[in-house]
């Protein structure tokens, strides 16, 4: 009898979980519907307010204070790689071929990669923590008390800057990921892997490389300002909900990212791009 119940809480866990998760899910395909609505009325229609005070507001928060670590991480990631590199084609003589593996890889996969989840800790959590504080303030409730859309006020904003926002910085990670790798290759590995490096990053990738780089990097930027906005709003139980909240965020937005990049890695090969 023991047993049957804890097989039973058990399932009631698992289901309550996929439940949750599946809710979670729903909720914030609705908040993307919802975003591109107001987004499209405020583009098109004179009436309304573009907002644009606000908006640069979140572009200086989650772009410009972030672009000193995201620059930090990806050099630190060139380094890395060029490091990791270098004994394993150094027997066949190919260590100049470093430059080669670092331009695809970074441009195509890891800039985009490394920068949403430095963003997702930055700001995800950032918007997760704000909205959920606005949420137990009852200051949502008092903007639609005064026929404001929270949607349209508080979401697009935050989506829009973390989408533009990523894209930038993809770009800045790109060439900081290259820079870090050309910085090991003349310290430490030595004129004749150094000499050539920008010719062979240059002779190597294409501009489908960077164009896919990008293309992930604005999918990265929606999943990380939806989620975190979604889990700011449903926020329920004061200070721990808003501290739950958080933490989802960035593990929801982690996960969504990797396995984002695992469906456009599958997609670009099918497809040969």
């Known amino acids: 009898m023991n047993e049957q119940k804890r097989q039973a809480s058990v399932l009631q866990l698992i289901g309550r979980k996929f439940l949750n998760g599946l809710s979670s899910f729903g909720g914030t395909v609705i908040l993307l519907g919802s975003t591109i609505r107001w987004s499209w009325r405020a583009l098109w229609q004179r009436r309304k307010r573009k907002g644009h005070s606000a908006l640069a507001t979140q572009i200086v928060r989650f772009g410009v204070r ?3 670590i995201v620059c930090l991480v990806q050099a630190f990631l060139g380094i890395i790689l060029a490091l990791q590199m270098a004994p394993a084609l150094s027997p066949w003589g190919q260590q100049d071929k470093i430059a080669n593996i670092i331009g695809v890889a970074g441009f195509r996969m890891l800039g985009p ?3 949403a989840v430095v963003l997702s800790g930055f700001a995800g959590a950032s918007i997760a923590a704000e909205l959920g504080s606005m949420v137990v303030a009852e200051e949502i409730e008092a903007l639609e008390a005064h026929a404001l859309n929270p949607i349209r006020f508080l979401v697009v904003p935050r989506v829009v800057a973390t ?3 990523l894209l930038a910085l993809t770009v800045i990670a790109d060439l900081m990921i290259s820079l870090g790798g050309y910085l090991t290759s003349l310290v430490v ?4 892997v150094s000499a050539m490096y920008w010719q ?9 490389d960077f164009v896919s780089g990008l293309v992930m990097a604005g999918v ?3 999943l990380i ?3 975190a906005c979604h889990q700011g709003l449903r926020v329920r139980g004061g200070a721990e909900g808003v501290g739950r909240a958080t933490t989802n965020t960035v593990v929801y ?3 969504g990212i990797i396995a984002a990049a695992c469906v456009f890695t599958a997609i670009f090969y099918v497809f040969g791009f």
């Open 66 to 68: 972030s672009l000193g």
């Open 200 to 208: 062979r990053m240059q002779d190597q990738l294409r501009l489908r």
């Open 113 to 115: 990669i490394f920068t």
């Open 225 to 227: 300002s939806l989620i």
């Open 163 to 165: 989408f533009a926002m």
């Open 253 to 255: 937005s982690i996960v």
């Open 220 to 222: 990265f930027g929606l």
């Open 189 to 192: 590995l030595g004129p004749r």
